[in-house]
Every structure is written in C-alpha cells, then in structure tokens.
C-alpha cells in the first residue's frame, strides 16, 4: 500500500461525458501526480500539482483538467469523452518541494474509465 | 518531440537466466528512476540515479546512468519468479517527467 488513495477503482460511461477522477496524496505530500497509461501508449504524464498550484504540463488534452485542492487533494476531470480516452490513470505523490529535481513518486491503484 | 526509448519491448528469459533492459533519450536527462509494475498493479519506485556514470545495485539489479545521461540500463541476475512485471525507465527533462513504453519481463520456469 502505497497511502495514495484513488477513487474510483473503475468507471464506464459513455462518449461526450465527462467524470472526474479524484486523489488523496500520501500524509505530508505536498505535490501530485496524474498520468494516464493506455496499452499502445505506455504512462503519459498529464500533469503536477505543487501545494495547490499548478507546476508543470505535460500531454494533457484540453478536454482534461485538475485541480489540487487546499487540503491537498486532487481531482482530473475528464469532459467530452471519446472511446480513445479509455486507459489506466493513476495518481501519484511525492514529497517534492519545489526544486528543480523529482524525486522518487508513490502510484495509487490507479482508475480504469472505460468509455463506450 | 522529447522521447525516451525503452528496449526491448519484451523479453522472455528461462528462471536464473540475467535480463537487461535499455533506455535512450534524445535529450540529456537531468535524472533517471526505474519503475516496477507488476501485472494489474501499479508503478512502484525502484530508483534514482542522478550523476553521470552512476552505478547502483540492489541485491541482483544493477541500475547504471551513461556518462553523457543519455541512457541508462537495468541488468538482473538470474532471475527469479519474483521479478515479472514491466520495468518502466522515467527521465526528467526541464520540468517534465518522460516515461519510457517499458519492457514486460516474463519468466518460464
């Protein structure tokens, strides 16, 4: 157990929906972690959170968006979606502060949204 | 754009047989973790290197950073059941966390 917590463990919905994905960091880190892993794809970073500001982007749709909140939890939200968009995303944490080096990440058992 | 290839995709070895596991990046990488994620779980921290040259081991794995921090390896020694799983390279460019395909280890017994 990693004390990254996601929820949900799966979702299905249908194209043109939108749902939002929610993370609850490990006690005392401050930065968050999204990423989504498809099959043909491999893990893409989305996007990080450092203390309820957005710190870096990477291939993040403009459908998606997140947000960390004042008690350092995150949510993705996830809007006009497409049967492409059915993957793996996962949550992770880490007790970055602010330089310029990651460091070592913690994963959640991630959310599997399936699009129909 | 910015990429970190991952080889091989995938690879078969017989139980006490070594694997080795590539990463190249097109970029020269501030630093580099390896990941393990074992089947239907999630990614779970097995290192960091940072400096150029770095060699690290963990019991049987070997990690090692290339001297221009362009490449890195994963070497284990005669495998075990143990050790199935993807192993996933992430290197760090700028601010962004570039995560290689992985290779998906399988072991025969």
């Known amino acids: 157990d990693s004390g990254v917590t996601q929820t949900p463990k799966h979702l299905i919905t249908a194209t043109g929906q939108r749902v939002t994905l929610r993370c609850s960091p490990r006690?005392?880190?401050?930065?968050v972690y999204w990423y989504q892993q498809s099959l043909d794809q491999g893990l893409q970073f989305l996007i990080q959170?450092?203390?309820?500001?957005?710190?870096a982007k990477g291939n993040i749709l403009e459908r998606f968006s997140a947000q960390q909140f004042p008690d350092l939890h995150s949510e993705l939200n996830l809007s006009s979606l497409e049967l492409g968009d059915s993957a793996l995303y996962f949550c992770?944490?880490?007790?970055?502060?602010?330089?310029?080096?990651?460091?070592?990440?913690?994963f959640g058992p991630g959310t599997r949204l399936t699009v129909l | 754009g910015q990429q970190v290839m991952q080889i091989p995709q995938y690879q078969h070895v017989q139980e006490g047989e070594d694997f080795t596991t590539y990463c190249n990046s097109s970029?020269?990488?501030?630093?580099i973790q390896w990941y393990k994620q074992r089947p239907g779980g999630h990614p779970v921290f097995l290192i960091q290197l940072v400096k150029s040259g770095e060699v690290k081991k963990q019991k049987r794995l070997t990690f090692q950073f290339g001297e221009a921090k362009k490449n890195s390896s994963l070497h284990i020694t005669a495998t075990q059941t143990t050790d199935v799983g993807t192993y996933f390279c992430a290197g760090q460019v700028g601010d962004k966390i570039i995560f290689g395909k992985g290779t998906r280890l399988h072991i025969l017994p």
């Open positions: 006690s005392g880190d401050l930065s």
């Open positions: 992770a944490s880490s007790a970055f502060t602010g330089g310029w080096m990651y460091n070592e990440q913690f």
């Open positions: 959170y450092y203390n309820g500001e957005e710190r």
């Open positions: 970029t020269t990488l501030s630093n």
